[in-house]
């Protein structure tokens, strides 16, 4: 089962992830709610829409916008509706 580890802490584990670009993206209700801290940065994909970002806090250590996901996802996109994918410093074991 693809988990996703920070901090040598498990923040999201699920056997319903879908890999896009080589990210594993993780359902929203999968992630440790006590180390999302929204940000307000966006940035915008051609194909997938507008992303929005989490930062990551555990244990007094920030990671900025180190989550990203799709709210209103661009219809090629839609599988990735309700997920939330994680920036390479989060460790992804599948």
Do not use: Q
């Not at 996703?4 to 594993?24: C, F, K």
């Not at 970002?53 to 309700?82: H, I």
């Amino acid at each position: 089962m693809p988990k996703a580890i920070w901090n040598d802490e498990v923040i999201a584990e699920s056997d319903d992830t879908v890999v896009l670009e080589g990210n594993h993206y993780f359902p929203l209700a999968s992630v440790r709610e006590d180390v999302l801290v929204p940000s307000d940065t966006h940035t915008v994909c051609p194909w997938k829409g507008r992303a929005s970002y989490y930062s990551l806090r555990a244990d007094g250590e920030v990671a900025p916008d180190a989550a990203w996901f799709f709210p209103d996802p661009k219809p090629d996109a839609s599988a990735v509706r309700d997920r939330v994918a994680f920036r390479r410093d989060v460790r992804v074991e599948a």
